[in-house]
């Protein structure tokens, strides 16, 4: 009889996202198999907890935001030789950078928002961009501290606030238009996925996850359906992405505007990857061993 995986879920974590994380690893945990997996919770309350994964064979990270999806617990389990699900430490640490990533997209026709990045000292009067924007915190995820202003007045008092998450933030013009989300597993696009706030104008934190936005399958034309999730697969591809990510896009006039990418999307049965993962063929937990079998191999 061969031996079980031993298998650490990595959750809990230091930033802002926490809860989400908490919420994920439990769910992980409950349908892993226990006759493949000799599974081991590590809740992570400080740093120095992630050398609990000593030892182990895989480690499915949970987290979510700053060191989780930023590189430094890639970075540490590749130094103990151990190997996870997700990007690599380099990816992962770029793709928190909202900026960054932009950046680099804008050498691949990628269509995005026009924005700026700014610290504590930058002149906010003297941004020119066109109202409504929103602001960002360039590094995070989970849209945690994220605000539209109407006005230079409602900028100047909301980026307090915005400041709380990050010491630079991301500011770009509002586009009108459908949220929509697409997923790549293992380099193949997973069906298009439309949002739809109920409580609040975009998908912000708290309507990610107080269960009041709609989530479902778009349709689209063929065409539109295909050019989504080339450009999908071409964002993975440049950014050099591995396993899985989902990418998110303000869709205006026929035209997807890429928003952002996310490493290590949100994996609870309710979140919008398995959602995809579904309609493509794979329940929650064939998807998790999906993920797990492609991270190994």
């Not at 924005?115 to 409504?132: A, E, H």
């Not at 929103?134 to 989970?142: C, E, L």
Request: hydrophobic content about 35%; overall charge negative; glycine content about 8%.
């Amino acid at each position: 009889m061969s031996r079980k995986m031993k298998l650490g879920v990595l959750y809990g974590g230091i930033s802002s996202e926490r809860e989400v994380s908490i919420n994920t690893g439990k769910q992980i945990i409950n349908i892993l198999d226990e006759e493949k997996y000799n599974v081991v919770e590590i809740f992570l309350n400080k740093k120095e907890d992630i050398f609990k994964c000593k030892g182990l064979d895989f480690v499915f990270i949970a987290l979510h935001g700053k060191f989780g999806e930023d590189g430094q617990v890639q970075s540490i389990l590749d130094s103990m030789g151990i190997k996870y699900n997700g990007s690599d430490f380099s990816t992962s640490s770029l793709c928190m950078n909202k900026y960054l990533v932009k950046k680099v997209l804008s050498d691949y026709a990628v269509q995005m928002p026009r924005g700026i990045i700014v610290d504590k000292k930058y002149d906010l009067c003297n941004i020119d961009l066109t109202f409504p924007i929103i602001v960002k915190p360039n590094f995070g995820g989970s849209s945690v501290g994220i605000v539209k202003c109407e006005t230079m007045d409602e900028l100047l008092k909301n980026v307090k606030e915005s400041f709380g998450y990050d010491d630079k933030l991301l500011i770009e013009e509002f586009i009108e238009g459908q949220e929509i989300t697409c997923g790549i597993l293992n380099g193949e696009a997973l069906p298009i996925f439309k949002i739809i706030p109920q409580n609040h104008e975009f998908f912000n934190y708290i309507s990610k996850y107080d269960n009041t936005s709609i989530e479902e399958p778009i349709e689209l034309s063929e065409d539109l359906d295909r050019m989504i999730k080339e450009i999908s697969k071409k964002c993975y591809d440049v950014l050099n992405c591995r396993i899985y990510s989902r990418i998110d896009f303000i869709l205006k006039d026929g035209i997807p505007y890429f928003l952002e990418i996310n490493t290590l999307p949100g994996m609870t049965e309710g979140s919008l990857f398995p959602k995809m993962g579904r309609l493509a063929g794979l329940d929650f937990k064939s998807l998790v061993d999906n993920i797990i079998e492609s991270s190994i191999n």
